[in-house]
């Protein structure tokens, strides 16, 4: 199974952000995703998850308002949008694979991982 994030860079406090993934490997639309981040010195920290289908849909309470997790499973692809970007969202966003098709805030319930793609939010 293969993760690839892209969509991260260098921002200015207020911008938007689009964060991608792309999934390959295994049966995309039978398997939860999720998003995860990880600021410098700080533990990887849950973000947000979605179903299987999209139907449901959790995010980390202090992040609710400002970040929207979507898949399209005809591409196999799950996206982060990230609005009104602060400096506190400067970390390494990873996009994972969860083990089942329920949304999970769980990481240890996720088994695969991209490499993640750095976010920095200049004040």
């Known amino acids: 199974v293969q993760l690839v994030e892209s969509g991260g860079g260098l921002v200015q406090a207020g911008d938007s952000l689009k964060l991608s993934c792309a999934a390959s490997g295994r049966t995309f639309e039978r398997f939860a995703m999720g998003w995860f981040r990880q600021a410098p010195g700080k533990e990887r920290d849950f973000v947000a998850t979605i179903s299987w289908n999209g139907d449901s849909t959790v995010y980390a309470d202090s992040l609710k308002g400002r970040f929207a997790i979507s898949r399209d499973n005809a591409k196999e692809m799950v996206y982060l949008q990230i609005d009104d970007l602060k400096p506190e969202d400067t970390a390494v966003y990873y996009c994972?694979?969860?083990?089942?098709?329920?949304?999970?805030?769980?990481?240890?319930?996720?088994?695969?991982w991209g490499q993640g793609t750095k976010v920095t939010v200049s004040s």
């Open positions: 994972a694979s969860a083990r089942w098709s329920y949304a999970t805030t769980v990481r240890g319930q996720y088994d695969y």
